[in-house]
């Protein structure tokens, strides 16, 4: 315990909500088979969300790109939160509802695996999206918190995170994202 009991409150309950993302660990082995399974038969990984999650689907898709741990070949992986022109056009012409579902049509296709950060599940252009997903075949997974919102109804597969915290949402997701790469990494070696 520190001289700061703000400190130690914040990373004690990290540190349970971590605790109890332990019971998921089978449904995280899970969602590794299914991202290796997705890159071993020649597809992408999209990655998408809003605020932090956008910056963590850059984030995670950079470590499928380049590396996580070790130098190996690269792994189709993209980030559909990262092209400007691309998002203000269709925000532009479509709405921001549809800034992610474009992409996904345009770019999705059967093999391939969505992957939808949001600490809510309700965020229209994740719905929207995942809709597109679904038409043109993509298989959905999604990273949630607060209870898994309406998104949780629309995915394949789905890791809600035991917090109502967003930032321990996000910090969740992206420590179990971590450990898939690490673990896809391992297998594809």
Avoid: W
Avoid at 8 to 33: K, M, P, V, Y
Avoid at 161 to 170: E, F, G, K, L, R
Avoid at 177 to 186: F, K, P, Q, T, Y
């Amino acid at each position: 315990m520190s001289d700061h009991p703000e400190i130690d409150a914040a990373l004690l309950a990290l540190s349970q909500a971590a605790e109890a993302a332990r019971a998921q660990g089978n449904e995280i082995a899970a969602l590794a088979t299914i991202y290796t399974e997705t890159l071993r038969g020649g597809g992408t990984l999209f990655f998408a969300g809003n605020g932090g999650s956008a910056a963590d689907a850059q984030h995670l898709a950079t470590e499928y790109v380049v590396r996580l741990r070790t130098n190996r070949k690269a792994m189709a992986a993209i980030a559909l939160t990262t092209d400007s022109s691309l998002l203000t056009a269709a925000a532009n012409d479509f709405g921001f509802d549809m800034i992610f579902a474009r992409q996904i049509e345009a770019l999705g296709r059967p093999g391939d695996l969505l992957i939808l950060h949001s600490t809510s599940g309700k965020s229209t252009n994740l719905l929207a999206a995942a809709r597109a997903a679904r038409t043109n075949g993509v298989r959905i997974v999604a990273f949630l918190g607060q209870g898994g919102g309406p998104l949780a109804t629309m995915v394949d597969h789905v890791f809600i995170a035991p917090s109502y915290d967003s930032c321990h949402v996000q910090e969740l997701h992206l420590a179990v994202e971590h450990i898939i790469a690490g673990l896809v990494e391992r297998e594809l070696s």
